[in-house]
């Protein structure tokens, strides 16, 4: 995870470890008690909101207004798992990939569920799977999945496609393992129609790789890029923009690596269709010619920025250190939504991504809650439930 320092422009690295003891977890069991509250989802908790909650679920009092965040109810939910890393799926859904502390690795679809909290809406085990998801995208066919045999974003690393129908499950190793597990790789997935585009690098190194795949992984293509930083933004069922550093961009589309240069002063952190977030001076959502910009939210930022949609609205989460945020718009700026701590929610973890629908704003994180060694899937937003 290589953080950019907006004082030095360096970058650091931010190993989310945790130590002490842990005990084998069964995804998918009955919850247990919630934060504040109680109640079975699968794989989650029970609410723990403020302005007002009733038996059986929330009920939030109609003292809201939706075009006033301030007015908004906080709404915080805890998963009882423990997982020690985290993948989001590129191309705009709600899929993520989990490594089960102890276990393997689960694919799940992430819900809320209105009085039950987080839910696992679909998932799936990768049986003999004890390796670490970097990076991971997903259509109506297939899921395709980079990930390492270290914690830290080191080590080996292998692609993985599992069929969505038929539950087929392939990998293959990718570069030239074994490698020496002292070495940070940096990656990005994503799938442009039938082809799959992935980007590897040693952090160490000044070059990457950026390779072309078919439908059961077999290389097409492979360019040699002079950058180890990648964010895969995919722009349309068929076309993935993969980004290298701050000057590259290469686009794939109908089988072709298409390389142009990017505009250095606004790095691409992350994207989804016409929506890309920028880093230079500011921090930027762009939509075509429509811009939203706003101040840096802490002095280290980590990409990518995850983009997610409702309707004609956007957005992202973004890691800061220790914790992470959500970027929305007004009509004119760009605004961040901090993770508001509570007693039982310290407000630290790895932004995983945003929720954005009407009346509701949040992200999905993985909380950091030292001295506690678990490391469970929580849930940050703001609610409003009050008619327009």
Known sequence: MAFRVRALRATTFLLLTACGARSPLRVGDAAGPADGGSGPTSGGTGPSTTGGTGEGGSSVEPDCRLDDLSTWHAERFRDDGDYERAAVAVGGSSWVALKVRDGNVVLAELGLEDGAGIAFRNQIELADSPVYPVALDVDDRRFVLLTTTGINWNGDVELWRIDRKDGTVLHTPVGNPPTDPAYTI???????????????????????????????????????????????????????????????????????????????????????????????????????????SGPWPHSQISPPAVVRTDGGRAAFSLETELTAVVGHTTATTLEWLPIDPAPDAPGLGVGLLPVVAQGRLGL???GIEIPSPVQPLRYFGLECAAAP
């Open 186 to 292: 940096y990656s990005a997935i994503g799938l442009a129609g039938e082809d799959v585009v992935l980007a590897y690098a040693r952090a160490a190194e000044n070059q990457g790789t950026i390779e072309l795949r078919d439908d059961q992984l077999g290389v097409l293509q492979s360019l040699s890029v002079n950058d180890v930083s990648f964010r895969a933004v995919r722009t349309s069922d068929t076309a993935v923009d993969m980004y290298a550093g701050a000057d590259l961009v290469v686009h794939v589309e109908a089988g072709a690596l298409d390389p142009a240069p990017a505009d250095p002063g606004w790095e691409v952190f992350g994207g989804l269709g016409e929506f890309l977030v920028e880093i230079g001076d500011d921090i930027r959502l762009t939509q075509g010619q429509s811009i939203w």
């Open 364 to 366: 999905f994180y993985l």
